[in-house]
């Protein structure tokens, strides 16, 4: 998975996205990669995994290797418009930047893809080995990955629709993206997060890397069998709430196809430390 220039990773809200896609950074800039983090809608989630307050657009770079940049759309309209459709930095840009802005706010799709343009841009531009893009929540994820070949097929001719084709076309190549899915072990984000899946294998925006199940409490070698012969008290207490949220978390994760499965950090740490352990995860289960 690591291989691709394109990462994207969603989940609900919540289950830690943003955590992970800091990993999956760290993870790969380990392997010598240059490595950029673009947070979409906003920066704290993963800036806060990095040591940070927030993000400014123009990339950050950190100690642990890792460079990060929020996309801001303003911003990346104007970059849009000089770097992609060759308007000059001058002038015309301004009226024209104002113009597009209420194409921005009333077209459908248009406002996904200036978001959704900025770290496919990047990957075109070479700059960096790996784009982790730390997406929008299940709930607002298909319409970014749907924006491209909606604004493409609205779209007679010209620039604007040869752009959007060539993002369609980024996003559905195997060899160039990939989607990382996030999920907890509980009813709720297990449900979304099947259901994006559902919609995801219908029409194939974009290739699925992995699903990953975050905060997974590991198994005792203990069975309920073996606890009935712990005498009363607090250890089999523990042991028995144990076995129950190890039961409960399998219950829900069961009907998904998991392929990495973060553990639950126990004791007290700092959002930059937990994306460091989830990174040495990852690299262990790779």
Not at 198 to 216: C, F, H, P, S
Request: with cysteine; glycine share 8%; charged share 20%.
């Amino acid at each position: 998975m690591l291989d691709r220039r394109l990462i994207i990773v969603s989940g609900k809200g919540g289950v830690g996205k943003s955590a992970v896609s800091v990993a999956l950074a760290i993870r790969a800039q380990r392997t010598g990669k240059r490595v950029l983090v673009a947070a979409m809608l906003e920066p704290t989630g993963a800036a806060i995994h990095l040591g940070a307050d927030t993000l400014a657009y123009l990339p950050t770079h950190f100690d642990n290797g890792v460079d990060a940049m929020v996309v801001e759309r303003a911003a990346a309209l104007e970059e849009y418009l000089r770097v992609q459709l060759r308007v000059p930095a001058v002038g015309p840009t301004k009226t024209l930047s104002r113009a597009m802005q209420v194409l921005v706010d009333t077209a459908p799709g248009v406002r996904e893809v200036i978001s959704m343009g900025k770290p496919i841009f990047d990957t075109w531009q070479g700059q960096y080995d790996t784009v982790i893009v730390d997406a929008p929540p299940l709930g607002q994820l298909m319409s970014y990955l749907r924006a491209p070949a909606v604004v493409a097929g609205l779209v007679p001719t010209g620039g604007i629709k040869e752009q959007a084709g060539r993002m369609a076309d980024a996003l559905a190549d195997v060899d160039t993206s990939a989607l990382v899915l996030v999920t907890t072990p509980e009813e709720l984000p297990a449900t979304e997060t099947a259901q994006a899946l559902d919609e995801l294998r219908t029409e194939n925006l974009i290739e699925l890397g992995a699903v990953m199940a975050n905060r997974v409490i590991p198994p005792l070698d203990l069975d309920r069998t073996s606890v009935a012969g712990l005498g009363d008290g607090p250890g089999r207490d523990a042991v028995l709430h144990h076995l129950a949220l190890w039961e409960s978390q399998q219950a829900a994760l069961n009907p998904l196809p998991v392929d990495i499965e973060l553990p639950y950090l126990f004791g007290v740490h700092t959002p930059s430390e937990v994306a460091a352990q989830l990174a040495d995860c990852l690299e262990d289960a790779k």
